[in-house]
């Protein structure tokens, strides 16, 4: 399974995030001791803040118990999230509307929110491997059986089926 390198608990919701949320798709995080009271109602509240990577584009970001592929980072999140505990989330693929203390993850439904809920990021793309099925293919079956292995190992189900969540195509 991937590294889980970020990890806190929601401990507050704004009054106003649902319908942020839908209406712009996007979400705004802050640590609960550091968010400024102009934006608490706009703004999921966490505590625990803990990061011991840099965030980057293909990384995953786990909120309850939906999956999200960072798509992009902006050039200050990293500095955002370990100073003030704040990252924007943008739910679409328009990377050329990038700001600063932006990421940008693919565009899926937005999932409710409870408190007590994790927020987590996790190294690569192999935490979203869970469940899925895949199939390896090509002339190599070392390679093959070695990418088999691997793909395995982090949660998919390898499968000969050519109708697979994922295929790969070894040249």
Same mark, same amino acid.
């Given at each position: *399974? @991937?590294?889980?390198?970020?990890?806190?608990?929601? !401990?507050?919701?704004?009054?106003?995030?649902?319908?942020?949320?839908? &209406?712009?798709? *996007?979400?705004?995080?802050?640590?609960?001791?550091m968010? &400024?009271?102009? &934006?608490?109602?706009?703004s999921?509240?966490?505590?625990?803040?803990?990061?011991t990577?840099?965030?980057?584009?293909g990384?995953?970001? %786990?909120?309850?118990?939906? /999956?999200?592929?960072?798509?992009?980072?902006?050039?200050?999140?990293?500095?955002?999230i370990?100073?003030?505990? $704040?990252? +924007?989330?943008?739910?679409?693929?328009?990377?050329?509307d990038?700001?600063e203390?932006?990421? $940008?993850? /693919?565009?899926?439904?937005i999932? %409710?929110?409870?408190?007590?809920? /994790?927020? @987590?990021?996790?190294?690569?793309?192999?935490e979203?491997?869970?469940?899925?099925?895949?199939?390896? !293919?090509?002339?190599? %079956?070392?390679?093959c059986? @070695? +990418? @088999?292995l691997?793909?395995?190992?982090?949660?998919?189900r390898? +499968? /000969?089926?050519?109708?697979?969540?994922? &295929? +790969? %195509?070894?040249?």
């Open positions: *399974m @991937a590294k889980k390198y970020y990890s806190t608990k929601i !401990v507050g919701i704004g009054g106003e995030v649902s319908k942020f949320t839908s &209406l712009v798709k *996007m979400l705004v995080i802050f640590d609960d001791s968010v &400024l009271p102009e &934006l608490r109602d706009f999921v509240l966490h505590s625990g803040n803990k990061i990577d840099v965030i980057k584009a990384d995953v970001l %786990k909120i309850a118990d939906s /999956e999200f592929k960072i798509l992009s980072v902006g050039n200050e999140v990293n500095n955002n370990k100073s003030l505990g $704040h990252i +924007v989330i943008k739910f679409n693929d328009d990377k050329d990038l700001l203390g932006s990421i $940008h993850v /693919e565009d899926k439904p999932p %409710k929110f409870r408190i007590g809920d /994790e927020i @987590a990021i996790f190294e690569g793309s192999s979203a491997l869970i469940g899925k099925t895949a199939i390896v !293919v090509g002339d190599d %079956k070392t390679l059986a @070695a +990418v @088999a691997i793909l395995n190992d982090n949660g998919a390898i +499968v /000969e089926d050519e109708d697979a969540d994922i &295929l +790969v %195509k070894i040249k």
